[in-house]
């Protein structure tokens, strides 16, 4: 049988999705209090709940409409910037998805750099500035480096996982260089970022629901 994914496969993601970052959510404002206003866990549960709810919605067409319902639903939240940003990763999975109705491990790196992509359009940030970049940019290379050595998805996702943890774990070194920690200067060095630490959590979740 062929190593592919389909909407329900991707459905069951974001649901383990929702529930590990809503599990979270006391964690993730913890370390927002720290470096920011101390609000990321409530805005990460606000975009999960939209994204919940476009899951709910969904008309059983395609990974394409599942995706950007979802990303249209997050877009929609009162978060300050995680909405966009978050809204704009699964609008652009949704457009690298294409008409697809299930996904090999190529297809799905295609996919999620096409979410980084259109994330890409909304900001600059880059590995090394102490933002979600620092976990999502290495965990998609995790899966395209998969993908060419003809890993599995299952394996291609454990990787993902590992690099996003290992990516938000490092900007406890990190200066800021974007948003309110970045007026703080050194004084953020020490502190995880939210924002990486709740990318490493989706990850960890779509790891943990293949």
């Known amino acids: 049988m062929a190593d592919t994914i389909n909407a329900d496969d991707i459905t069951a993601m974001l649901q383990a999705a929702v529930a590990l970052i809503r599990e979270n ?17 409530s805005a990460m549960v606000q975009a999960v709940g939209a994204a919940e709810k476009a899951v709910d919605q969904w008309d059983k067409a395609s990974i394409k409409s599942l995706l950007h319902g979802v990303g249209w639903g997050m877009m929609c939240i009162d978060g300050g910037s995680t909405g966009p940003l978050w809204g704009s990763l699964f609008v652009g999975m949704s457009k690298g998805a294409g008409d697809a109705e299930s996904i090999d491990c190529a297809a799905m790196a295609d996919m999620f ?5 259109k994330i890409q359009k909304q900001s600059k940030a880059q590995v090394g500035d102490k933002t979600m970049m620092d976990a999502l940019i290495p965990a998609i290379g995790a899966i395209r480096t998969a993908a060419d050595s ?35 200067g050194e004084r953020v060095i020490g502190h995880v970022d939210p924002g990486a630490t709740s990318m490493s ?10």
Do not use: C, P, V, Y
């Not at 959510?25 to 866990?41: F, N, R, V, Y």
């Not at 599995?152 to 996702?157: E, P, V």
């Not at 490092?170 to 920690?181: E, L, N, P, V, Y």
């Open 113 to 117: 750099e096409a979410g980084l992509e």
């Open 25 to 41: 959510e006391s964690l993730l404002s913890k370390l927002d209090s720290a470096t920011g206003d101390g609000d990321h866990g």
């Open 201 to 210: 959590l989706l990850f960890k979740a779509f790891s943990e629901a293949l």
């Open 150 to 184: 003809s890993a599995s998805i299952s394996d291609a996702m454990t990787a993902a996982a590992s690099a996003a943890a290992a990516g938000a774990a490092a900007t406890a070194d990190m200066q800021a260089k974007f948003g309110r920690a970045r007026n703080l």
